[in-house]
């Protein structure tokens, strides 16, 4: 339990600046996690996302293991708000089609140059009872 709060509290911390994020129409092409992967396990997992409304972003990530596991389709959805006066999103994800595996979480998109954005995360995963910081990356148009 004291992990889950200093990782919450980390998180708030994370949303330190604000960013106003107006999504509706815009596109999010991306990688999925980036964050404790070691230069030999990487792999090519992109991120698709389209703003629906300006609160509200769908998407999906594509990921495989290796050459003999099975393609993944990973299911998410982001929504906008303010919380504490800084612009955040509530994060919910699903693992493959299957919701039994259901990971909830908080995160801010800083844009680092016209359409360049770095993408941290604190996620939250239903099934494993885990807690884990997340770095994505990616552009917007």
Known sequence: M???ILTLALGLLVVASTNAQNTKGDWYVGTGDVSNVAWTDWSIAPSLGYGVTDKLMVGFNLSQVDSTADLMIDLH?????TLGGHDVYAYASTEGLNTDNLSLGLGKMFTVHKGVYLDPKIVYNLADKTTNMMLGFGLKF
């Open 77 to 81: 959805a982001r929504y906008f708000m």
């Open 2 to 4: 004291k992990k889950m």
